[in-house]
């Protein structure tokens, strides 16, 4: 029966932390803004099947069924105590509203069942930012399950402790990143627990500091991790302007979150104006940059990241060896110990954030398992806030995101070449 192919979501907690985090941000803020969130699938050359679509239609009607138990609750009061209980005591009344999603088939095979697809999610602001992680995990399950089938979990458990193994033996301290784009809900159960069996039996100097997942982190007893997401300083800079952005973005997370330390993402409108504008944010107010327990690495170049990184603090009079740096963009094994030989040469701290290649590296049946089976380059992104166009300009010129028009204005602002 096609019922059994449906996508059913196992907890509202089955996503990644900083959606939570800036749920409260934003209820704290924008409690009246309303948000435009829309779906881009990167490599045009995939298509997806008519029968996925529709499952992902119904699908989502299923979410509506969605509660944060009184378990999950108590858990996370213990868990994030900068949760304040009014957060709590409104997650707990959360429910989502399938009618906020829009989603539009378009057809482009003969048969007309194959094609490409238009997903939006509009709404308050505080309510459509919890969608974007399950959407994209329950399309890319259902892609799987129904499309693109030519893959199975053998191996799989192999193939995760033999990255936690190296990880760990060349001393790397790393985090399992990978619930939007995973290959199934199966999978990252898996993943997650073959990194703890693994961490918990290592001899070597590395650590596995926990998972993005708060469902995951509560069903294995690790550690919860996760900051604030690109989508924070976009719809900071729309609402309030993009003259000062990066700081207003910081000040306002730091009134939230007073008493807690969290790592900021740099790359939101390019790491060179994220570093000048700390350099002045922080030069005045040195105390401030102690808030701040390190920056996170998420496109461009990871190795020249570091240098510009170490030339900022060191700009403000602070020792690289006291911050940690975060890589998190598309990493790989062999990536993850270049890195961290490179950091370890030229005294940074630095751990990882490891997403797809964990929970969705595969490889096609056919082939006999050596032909990579690829992950959906998806994303979805903050679109508008209160009718204003959000965008990101990233250090990757492929990944900037948003109206054309508005995003040739913003770079002229910074002064960023189009």
């Not at 803020?29 to 119904?58: M, N, Q, S």
């Not at 069924?65 to 957060?87: I, Q």
């Not at 309510?127 to 992680?133: G, K, M, N, P, Q």
């Not at 053998?154 to 995973?182: D, N, V, Y």
Request: net charge neutral; with cysteine.
């Amino acid at each position: 029966m096609e019922e059994n192919n449906l996508y059913i979501p196992q907890s509202l907690l089955d996503c990644d932390l900083y959606k939570f985090t800036m749920q409260h941000a934003i209820g704290h803020h924008f409690p009246e803004t309303r948000a435009l969130y829309r779906f881009t699938h990167r490599d045009p050359g995939v298509l997806f099947p008519r029968r996925c679509i529709d499952l992902l239609h119904k699908s989502i009607q299923r979410f509506g069924d969605l509660r944060l138990t009184t378990e999950e609750k108590n858990w996370l009061a213990n868990t994030c105590p900068y949760f304040p209980k009014e957060y709590l005591e409104y997650l707990s009344e959360f429910r989502f509203d399938p009618a906020q999603i829009s989603i539009r088939f378009n057809p482009v095979s003969e048969d007309g069942e194959e094609g490409r697809v238009e997903i939006e999610a509009s709404g308050l602001w505080r309510e459509t930012i919890l969608w974007e992680v399950h959407v994209m995990a329950c399309l890319s399950e259902l892609y799987f399950r129904v499309g693109a089938t030519d893959w199975s979990h053998e191996g799989q458990k192999e193939i995760a402790s033999a990255k936690a193994q190296a990880w760990l033996q060349a001393g790397c301290i790393f985090s399992e990143l990978g619930t939007r784009r995973r290959r199934s809900f199966y999978t990252h159960d898996l993943v997650v627990a073959t990194l703890k069996q693994e961490a918990d039996k290592s001899s070597g100097p590395g650590v596995f500091l926990g998972t993005s997942n708060p469902y995951f982190a509560k069903k294995y007893g690790i550690r919860v991790v996760g900051t604030i997401a690109h989508e924070w300083f976009m719809g900071v800079a729309a609402l309030k302007g993009y003259e000062g952005a990066n700081i207003n973005a910081l000040a306002l997370w730091e009134e939230t979150y007073p008493n807690t330390s969290f790592i900021a993402p740099t790359d939101t409108f390019s790491t060179r104006v994220f570093f000048q504008a700390c350099l002045l944010f922080f030069l005045f107010d040195p105390a401030r940059a102690e808030k701040w327990s390190g920056l996170r690495q998420d496109s461009g170049n990871p190795f020249e990241f570091a240098l510009a990184a170490k030339a900022m603090y060191e700009g403000i009079g602070i020792d690289i060896r006291t911050k940690n740096i975060i890589y998190s963009d598309a990493l790989n094994s062999d990536m993850v110990l270049q890195l961290k030989k490179y950091c370890d040469d030229n005294g940074f701290k630095c751990s990882f954030g490891i997403g797809t290649n964990l929970t969705n590296d595969f490889k096609t049946k056919s082939s006999g398992y050596t032909e990579k089976s690829r992950a959906l380059n998806m994303v979805i992104k903050l679109a508008k806030v209160d009718d204003e166009d959000c965008v990101k300009i990233s250090d990757d010129l492929s990944k900037n995101t948003g109206d054309k028009a508005s995003v040739a204005r913003v770079k002229k602002l910074y002064g960023i070449p189009t």
